[in-house]
């Protein structure tokens, strides 16, 4: 098994764990990340890093770029609770949850992986 498909295993766990813990907490209500502003766009772009790891190594670096900045972009919006609610907001202080985390690790696990492919790929100095 190759450095990158070793990876890309541990990448694609830490996405699916990403989409089931809770992406922020409203006191005991936990908001997952399909109720939060624009998740599509983290969602999308881990699919496309993922996709792209083995055919097109450059398309899939660009996209962990990408897929980090979505996950922080998504983070941010949790705090938008009108959005999240609609009109009934509770009155807590709202706390990010550990989605953004395991989707910035699983983003840092799939470039290592690409990293160690561009490794196996160059020749040794003679």
């Known amino acids: 098994m190759t450095p990158l498909a070793k990876w890309t295993i541990v990448s694609v766990s830490l996405t699916v ?23 599509w766009t983290y969602l999308g772009a881990a699919a496309v890093m993922h996709a792209c790891a083995r055919v097109a190594p450059p ?6 770029v990408v897929a980090v900045a979505s996950a922080v972009l998504v983070a941010t919006g949790y705090d938008e609770a009108s959005r999240i609610f609609g009109h009934v907001v509770p009155l ?27 490794r196996a790929a160059r020749p040794l100095p003679a």
């Open 59 to 64: 398309v899939s670096a660009g996209f962990v």
């Open 17 to 39: 764990l990403a989409v089931l813990v809770p992406w922020a907490t409203y006191g005991d209500h936990d908001i997952e990340l399909s109720r939060l502003p624009l998740w």
């Open 92 to 118: 807590v202080v709202p706390r990010p949850g550990l989605g953004v985390v395991f989707a910035v690790a699983s983003a840092a696990a799939q470039a290592a992986g690409l990293r160690g492919r561009a």
